[in-house]
């Protein structure tokens, strides 16, 4: 229950504007591990399958043209809740209805630019590990968690 894992991305936007640390600093001092950690420019045929159910939405092509502005911060969060807390520590889609403390409300204003990437579900979150990891993800145990753990 403590080994769910969670796809989180720094989008061009948040790399760019130097977001990297201050983003993974929240997952980490939340308590997750960080099982991977990847700069990476995705590939068109990447981000189709990634974005596969939005591609016949008519801001795909925007979203492709942006997700591929410049590299990409991928990590994967493995801890209890990964990825219902991962998602709401990103905050709402649109930054507009982000609510204050969660990072898209903190570090964005437009939807088209929100900085950030988190699984939905847990099959998603397999899926996208599986994707952007093709080498396969190592895990490995940490003290603190007999800390951080009831
Ligand atoms: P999320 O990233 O919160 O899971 P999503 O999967 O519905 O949201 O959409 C993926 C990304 O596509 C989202 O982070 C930003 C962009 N996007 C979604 N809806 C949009 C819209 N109406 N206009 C422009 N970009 C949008
Ligand atoms: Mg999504």
New binding site residues.
Partial sequence: ANEERSFIAV?PDGVERGLVGEILRRFETRGFKVLALELTHPSEQLLREH?G??AS???FP??LAYMQSGPVAAFVIQGKGAVKIG?AM?G???PQDSAPGTIRADFALD??K?VC??S?SVESAEREIALWFPQGIKSYTRAVDAVLYE
Avoid: C, M, V
């Fill in positions: 989008k974005y159910d939005l939405k008519p801001f925007k979203l998602r990103l709402a889609t649109n939807i088209g929100n990437h988190g939905d």
